[in-house]
């Protein structure tokens, strides 16, 4: 695996505006109702370091067209990129280098790029799926329905999938992203789906946690969510048989 700071990272100091498209410009000039507060502070409170993992037999680093055009879309929408990593299509290096970078605190946001076909060699999906506490269903959904309308049918071949691994406070839950290995297929998830919504993303998973909780009250995992309503419902008294309720 070859993991690296990202070399354009400390060349540009000044992060450049987020990228607005002209229409939600337009929209949010046009509108009557001013954004949000909600909006407001995510846009503006919540910065996103992006790490960007290339699966391929075949690339470098040097070679990666897909990871540039990942890249170059974060910083376009004014985030960071601080890792730039690459490994073969194995199911084990894969899943290391996943781990890896899941573990790093400074890390926000993970797009994997490749392998997510039907091929023979490609495994990726079946590496970042498990490690999704929240898969975002409709992520996949949208990208299918946006590249059939540039590919046809062939669109159905395409697994990508994105959602939310739960970390601890801090740093707090983490982004993950799987991308198809293609130019076109990342330019189209990264402009018309990842880069505009990650911000408002991990606001709602970092938002501020209600007083005296050390989580953001939707990053309990599911097993302590079982085990408090257990509890609660262990706390309830029985209902004798004239409180039951009657059903017919």
Do not use: C, K
């Not at 009557?32 to 992006?50: D, F, Q």
């Not at 290391?96 to 926000?108: F, N, S, V």
């Not at 091929?119 to 996949?140: K, M, N, S, W």
């Not at 590249?147 to 983490?174: F, I, K, N, Q, T």
Request: charged share 25%.
């Amino acid at each position: 695996m070859t993991i690296e700071s990202d070399p354009d990272a400390s060349a540009a100091p000044n992060r450049p505006a987020p990228h607005r498209a002209p229409a939600e410009r337009a929209d949010r000039e046009t509108d009557s109702h001013p954004a949000s507060a909600h909006e407001a502070e995510a846009r503006a409170s919540t910065e996103v370091t992006l790490a960007i993992l290339t699966i391929s037999d075949t690339r470098t680093l040097e070679e990666d067209r897909s990871g540039d055009t990942i890249a170059r879309s974060a910083r376009a929408h004014g985030h960071d990129v601080a890792r730039r990593a690459l490994v073969r299509d194995d199911p084990a290096a894969i899943a290391a280098a996943l781990r890896t970078l899941i573990d790093e605190p400074a890390i926000d946001a993970i797009i994997a790029t490749g392998g997510t076909g039907i091929g023979r060699r490609d495994a990726t999906i079946e590496v970042v799926r498990p490690l999704l506490d929240i898969e975002l269903e409709g992520f996949g959904e949208l990208f299918r329905m946006l590249s059939h309308e540039a590919v046809g049918a062939a669109a159905m071949l395409s697994r990508a999938v994105g959602g939310v691994v739960l970390r601890p406070d801090p740093p707090g839950d983490l982004l993950l992203f799987a991308l198809p290995g293609s130019v076109n297929a990342a330019t189209l998830a990264m402009e018309r789906l990842v880069a505009p919504q990650l911000r408002h993303m991990l606001w709602l998973r970092r938002g501020a946690p209600p007083p005296g909780s050390t989580r953001h009250p939707r990053s309990v995992g599911a097993a302590e969510a079982a085990a408090s309503a257990a509890a609660e419902h262990a706390r309830r008294p029985a209902l004798r048989p004239s409180e039951a309720p009657r059903h017919g």
